[in-house]
C-alpha cells in the first residue's frame, strides 16, 4: 500500500459533493490536474477505487460511500483544531493588574483601546492600590512594581528605569539665594509620612538631607507635586511627572534611578490572556522610555541650550 496523505481527504469530499473535477479545483483553489493527481494518489494509497468516473462526471463506488463519514469525521476535526487556534490567538478573559495610580492614569490606561481592540474577548482590572495587591494570594495576575519581590512562585523580568530628579516650583527657584544644581542651607523641602519611608524618595532624603526637617509631608506622589507647584519646597520626583506638572529640575541626575519590574504568578506565565498584556505593558514602558528615565527631558534642555547659542 502507497503512503496515506490525510491532505488528500479534503480533495475526496470536494469531488463526491461538486461531482466534477472542474467544480472541486474551483472549491479549493487550485488547478483541475492537481485534484485529478492527488483523488488518484488517495485511491492508490487505499487499493480501492472511490470514484466510477462518467462522461457527466464522478459518482462514489460503494467504497467510497463507507469512507465518506469517516472523511467528514476528519474535516470535523480539522475545523475544530482551526477555531481552537483562533480562539487562542485572540486572548479572551479577565486579567488584573497591580500597578502604581501614575503608572496607569499616564500610560496604561491610555493605552488600552489598542489592546481591547485587537482582543476584543479581555477585559481588565487595574488594581492601583498595590500595597493590597499581592501576587501570592492571587490578588492580581500581574504586576509592575519599582521593588523587585524576593520571594514567591514569580517570574520576574525588567521592562524599563524609573528616573528621579530633584525639582521646584519656577516661583519657588526664581526666590532661591542661588541657581546652583544643588540643595542649599535656605531650600525647604517637601517629605514623606512615616508609612512611606520605605520608599526610595524618603530614604534618599534620610541619606542626603541629615539633619534638615521637611516643611511639610505627605503620602502620595500627587501631594508632593501638588506641594512643589504651591511653592512649599523641592521635592524628589519621578522626572515624568514633574515635566508632566511644569516643574524644574534642580537637579536630574541624582543616583536614584529605580528599575521597572514586570512580575508574573509563574502558575499564570504560559496564559495567553497574561502573555497578551504581559507583552502590551511591556511595549508600553519601551514606548514611553525616554520620559520615564528622563532622557527626553534631558534632550529638551540640551536642544534650548544649543538654540540659546
Keep these: 500500500m502507497d503512503r496515506l496523505y490525510l491532505d488528500d481527504a479534503p480533495v475526496f469530499l470536494a469531488i463526491a459533493r461538486t461531482g466534477t473535477l472542474t467544480a472541486a479545483a474551483k472549491q479549493m483553489g487550485t488547478g483541475v490536474a492537481t485534484v485529478s493527481r492527488r483523488i ?3 485511491e ?7 470514484f466510477v468516473r462518467h462522461q457527466t462526471g464522478y459518482k462514489l463506488t460503494d467504497e467510497g460511500l463507507a469512507l465518506l463519514p ?6 470535523e476535526a480539522a475545523e475544530s483544531i482551526r477555531t481552537n487556534a483562533a480562539s487562542e490567538a485572540e486572548a479572551t478573559g479577565h486579567v488584573r493588574l ?4 501614575n503608572f496607569a492614569t499616564r500610560f496604561f490606561l491610555p493605552s488600552l483601546p489598542q489592546l ?3 482582543h476584543p474577548g479581555l477585559t481588565l482590572e487595574v488594581l492601583t492600590d498595590i500595597a493590597t495587591s499581592n501576587l501570592h494570594r492571587r490578588d492580581a495576575d500581574l504586576a509592575v512594581r519599582m521593588v523587585r519581590p524576593d520571594r514567591g512562585n514569580l517570574t520576574i523580568r525588567k521592562i524599563g528605569v524609573l528616573g528621579y530628579g530633584l525639582y521646584g516650583s519656577q516661583d519657588y527657584l526664581d526666590g532661591r539665594s542661588t541657581s546652583v544644581s544643588n540643595p542649599i542651607p535656605e531650600d525647604r523641602f517637601i517629605g514623606w509620612s512615616e508609612q512611606q519611608q520605605m520608599l526610595p524618595a524618603a530614604q534618599w532624603m534620610e541619606r542626603h538631607l ?10 502620595s ?8 507647584q504651591a511653592g512649599l519646597g523641592l521635592a524628589v520626583l519621578p522626572h515624568f511627572l514633574a515635566t508632566d506638572a511644569g516643574l ?5 541626575d541624582i543616583g536614584l534611578d529605580q528599575p521597572i519590574w514586570l512580575v508574573v504568578h509563574s502558575d499564570l506565565a504560559a496564559s495567553r490572556r497574561i502573555r497578551v498584556v504581559a507583552e502590551h505593558l511591556t511595549n508600553v514602558i519601551a514606548t514611553h522610555s525616554d520620559a520615564l528615565s528622563g532622557r527626553a527631558a534631558r534632550k529638551s534642555s540640551a536642544a534650548y541650550s544649543e538654540f540659546e547659542k
Design 248 to 252: 524644574k529640575a534642580v537637579s536630574r
Design 70 to 75: 469517516r472523511a467528514e469525521a476528519l474535516e
Design 116 to 118: 481591547l481592540k485587537a
Design 40 to 42: 488518484e494518489r488517495l
Design 98 to 101: 497591580a500597578t502604581a495610580e
Design 221 to 228: 506622589l500627587m501631594g508632593q507635586v501638588a506641594s512643589v
Design 210 to 219: 541629615k539633619g534638615i526637617t521637611p516643611s511639610i509631608l505627605t503620602s
Design 44 to 50: 492508490h494509497a487505499l487499493g480501492i477505487p472511490l
